[in-house]
């Protein structure tokens, strides 16, 4: 694989190739004026440019595609919906987020269960029959597919710890399929960070559930390399207050 700094250059070559090899027929071997098709070349060139010093550089490739869908991995309380609010730009004052921009979690689905009960919330997620469970996936499901039939989705977004390998990997082909671009973000902090803040949760995960995620990071992970056309990792390892002056639009934010 070629390193980041031999590929900028390789780039602006391929970027700047039509003005070299195209010139308006008839005007001549000394004439500069570009025809139609070499100005869309040059376009396509220069946006292949920029994607790919996005995309090498910086794992931020996606910011030029028009769909993108984004499957979040992470620990619970690692801090995975701040990211995408911040990123997306969803927690702006009396800010309405578009039908193009989809977030999809079944933390929120489970919620809407009949049977939900927020002094006891752990009954459902831990109940055997996983009925609940089952249940509100099958609503993301139903979401997820709706948004990439949408021609108007711009950005659908798995907010979840991404540890459901099969499911992952079913729903990464889908997007492709679909159309869609597919974006693995990983927000990474230490398990102790996750479970601190978990804990500061009205429906606190337990430290042994997250230690057991922790030990699936590897996988998903794999599969991410994988099955996604782009993995950026993003180290938030904060406590709540600090997190509050977090600039998480850039590629990795380290704020101790």
Do not use: C
């Not at 900028?8 to 008839?26: C, D």
């Not at 004026?33 to 550089?57: C, D, F, K, P, R």
């Not at 390892?237 to 600090?242: A, I, T, V, Y």
């Amino acid at each position: 694989m070629k390193s980041r700094s031999a590929v900028a250059p390789l780039l602006v070559i391929f970027a700047l190739r039509p003005l070299a090899a195209s010139r308006h027929p008839g005007s001549g071997s000394g004439s500069r004026i570009l025809t139609h098709s070499a100005l869309q070349q040059l376009a396509y060139g220069t946006q292949q440019l920029a994607y790919g010093l996005l995309h090498t550089a910086f794992s931020r490739g996606e910011v030029l595609k028009p769909q993108v869908a984004v499957f979040m991995i992470g620990l619970p309380g690692s801090g995975k919906s701040r990211v995408i609010n911040r990123r997306y730009d969803l927690e702006r004052p009396n800010y309405k987020r578009p039908n193009r921009i989809v977030v999809l979690d079944l933390d929120v689905e489970i919620l809407k269960h009949p049977d939900y009960d927020p002094a006891d919330p752990d009954k459902l997620y831990l109940a055997s029959d996983q009925a609940a469970y089952k249940w509100a996936d099958s609503r993301v499901e139903a979401r997820f597919r709706a948004a990439l039939a949408n021609p108007d989705t711009r950005r659908v977004i798995l907010d979840g710890t991404g540890t459901n390998l099969e499911r992952q990997i079913r729903r990464m082909q889908q997007a492709r399929a679909a159309g869609f671009f597919v974006k693995a973000l990983y927000v990474r902090v230490p398990a102790r960070t996750a479970i601190a803040r978990a804990a500061m949760r009205t429906r606190g995960v337990k430290p042994a559930r997250i230690l057991a995620y922790q030990a699936k990071m590897k996988l998903a992970m794999q599969v991410a390399a994988e099955h996604a056309d782009e993995v950026e990792t993003v180290d938030v390892p904060f406590d709540d207050h600090r997190a509050e002056h977090a600039d998480v639009g850039s590629i990795t934010v380290i704020a101790q």
